[in-house]
């Protein structure tokens, strides 16, 4: 691998002699008036590199490489413009751009409420029929960024959100981490509503909120993070909302084509392709990213592939439809988990060689947006979701420390488990946005309803093979449990921001949900042998309030402060996970509590990007992880209403660009140094394990990150530190099974690099640059039980271009 880097380390030099050779670009950014803007951004989308607009609006941008590039210029309260430009050696290009007052509601183009320093702002106050005015959010610009996007690597992107926390399954054989935030458990993200284009992507709102799919860093444009008091826009979930945007076709060619083709260690392979364009009326963009990993440990070969299509039609300026599509095929060979012993031992060993999974995943969605007036925006999502998980394990009653071994007897491995999950459901979103006045001050209006209409089949234990193989074939008999579920849930939304005078906004908002849940079907009772049928339907109505406040400081700067009441309701198919080796309560109840929110965030001379504050976050009866003994004197865990809970802490994220209007350094080169810190106490304050902390909270995150940039080259190192955590509530430091115990502290550097060339690029990097052996899972199911390691060291190396 040595040798390969270093090859592509001698291509690089012909092209960057050949193309050292460099021009400048200047001009003004005016409004329609014709008045000069001032602090308008102008950014070279390809060199991820810019300048900002002086008093005059003139700016100048230099040394920049002969080539053609696309030039965005933004500023918050206007329309973005975009252009091309052509640079050629030892002239100045002038470009004089024009940006008109933001009075519509049209959504060319979305624009942060404040612009990155380099790759992290959050959202307007309104967008895209939703108030975010007084909410917490972050928006992660994917081009601006260096990052291991091939891997999909979330420390790289993810880790500058705050308090960010992940499950690294890769270990496992499982490529899709979890995400969670302010110490909820980020175990396949199911403390979280995971959206694509702002439609949901998860298997079920509630019964089963897991997700398998994830689309492709290399296809994304944005990710928008809207933290726990999104549920009066969103849903009750308290984990808040991470939405991936996916990047928008050309709008001046009617065709593109983008390729980026990466390797790296343990024989990863991933080729992302995209094709997309805009004639007349008509646009449209599709990618496809095969992708294939033997993996770091024995028996976790992962192969996958991926897909989108998506055209929209735009019948005149107010009126457009559009049409998606998403797949996933994939084959996942699960290593399985590990005791503490093993993991010291040698954490890239196996010792499950028998267990596979696969998740095709299957959505169709339609979106709309009609522009009925300049004041008044409607739009409406509607998501079709056709998947399933399939699963074949061996049967992990008795843990991990019991092997999977050949029977002497009948020269055969015992029989393994095969189980399986079906997933349809539609999720329809419709939601008008106006704005109006009161004694002569704009107010605005959101409002809209969500419907839901989800069927889950789940069947599990069935008999399976003796085999090794990807074999899903029941062998001599029938499933031991065959359940049917279904969901239904209907939820009007409304909030109102009101202006008071131009200084001060107040946003109340009201939500109520109708879920209503049925299971049918039969379970074998696991102590007679018994078959029980199952016939049960579920009610909840569900009343949430909240409101938020903003108070502008400065024109680019606010405090914002809010509080909303969350909900998380338990029906049957809480009560009969798949796959897990937990006891689940039988009388599990709901949780409740509520998000709240003070800060200060904002831009500062877009040399300094900041958000500061804290959050407050109580539950009532919440649901968590406890080691027991049964009477033979065994170890088993129990999932239970633990007691009440408080998550509460500080989140800061700084960003600074010391030379960003520094004439005197320009010639040096682009730096930019970020900090993302979490202070999480996250702990039980009542019942038994009062004064405990909670389940995979730990205490401080830190991750810390420096980007340089010169001409064609920008680089990128990330630090990461998460402090220790428990997995029960009992604060178990150490179990004989390795579904719970401690978590112990660990820390990873990451290094990414690329050099950009005209429309080339070659980009590389080293993950866990020290190699340090850390792991951030355990858990009582797949890709488990047991512990999961982390990814040790691996370098990659990729190469793009666009034409």
Known sequence: ?????????????????????????????????????????????????????????????????????????????????????????????????????????????????????????????????????????????????????????????????????????????????????????????????????????????????????????????????????????????????????????????????????????????????????????????VYAQPKYSLGFRPNSDVSQVSAFARVEYRFNKKFKLGAEYTLLRNRIHMAGGLDDAEFEQNPDQSVRARNWLKSPWNIAALTGLWNISDKTQLSFKSALNLSARDLVWRNEDGGIQTPDTINPATNQYMPREVEHEGFTSVTTEVRVLTHYNILGVEQTLAAGVRYFQGAMSRQEGGPGSTGSDFNLNLYGGNYANNLNFTTFNIAPFIENTFHIGKIVSVTPGFRFEYIESTAKGYITDPNTGEIVNVGLKQYWEIPLAGCGVQIKTTTTTNVYANFSQCYEPTNYSNLTPLGSTSVIDPHLKDVSGFNSDLGWRGNISNILNFDIGGFYMPFNKEIGIVGLTNSLGNPYTYVTNVGNALHAGLETYVEVNPFKNSSRYKGWGRISIFNSYAFDHSSYTSGPYKGNMEEMAPLHIERAGLNYSYKIFSTTFIFSYSSKSFSDATNTVYSPDATIGVIPAYFVLDWSGSFHIKNYNIKLGISNVTNNHYFNLRTDEYPGPGIIPAPPRSIYVGFGAKF
Do not use: C
């Open 1 to 285: 691998m040595h040798k390969v880097i270093l090859l592509f380390l001698l291509i690089l030099l012909v092209p960057i002699l050949v193309f050292s050779q460099t021009g400048k670009l200047k001009g003004t950014v005016r409004d329609s008036t014709g008045s000069p803007i001032e602090a308008a951004n102008i950014f070279i989308q390809e060199l991820k590199t810019g300048a900002t607009a002086d008093a005059h609006g003139n700016y100048l941008l230099e040394n920049i490489p002969v080539g053609n590039y696309s030039v965005v210029v933004t500023m918050v309260g206007y329309n973005p413009a975009s252009t091309q430009v052509v640079i050629k050696a030892n002239e100045t290009a002038l470009l004089n751009m024009a940006l008109s007052s933001r009075v519509n509601m049209l959504k060319e183009l979305t624009v942060m409420g404040s612009p990155s320093v380099n790759g992290m702002g959050y959202l307007k106050e309104a967008q895209d029929g939703i108030i975010y005015s007084g909410k917490k959010t972050e928006v992660l610009k994917l081009d601006s960024m260096d990052a291991n996007t091939a891997q999909n690597n979330p420390r790289e992107v993810l880790g500058r959100i705050p308090g960010s926390n992940y499950s690294e399954t890769e270990g496992g054989g499982f490529p899709s981490n979890g995400i969670a935030l302010r110490g909820l458990r980020p175990t396949q993200s199911i403390e979280m509503q995971t959206r694509q284009n702002g439609y949901n992507i998860a298997a079920d709102l509630y019964g089963y909120p897991e997700t398998y799919y994830m689309p492709p860093l290399e296809a994304l444009d944005r990710i928008e993070v809207i933290r726990g008091e999104s549920s009066l826009q969103w849903g009750p979930q308290f984990g808040g909302v991470i939405n991936f945007i996916i990047k928008d076709p050309p709008a001046d060619k009617p065709f593109q084509f983008t390729v980026q083709l990466t390797g790296g260690s343990y024989e990863f392979f991933d080729a992302y392709m995209s094709i997309g364009g805009t004639y007349k009326k008509f646009s449209y963009f």
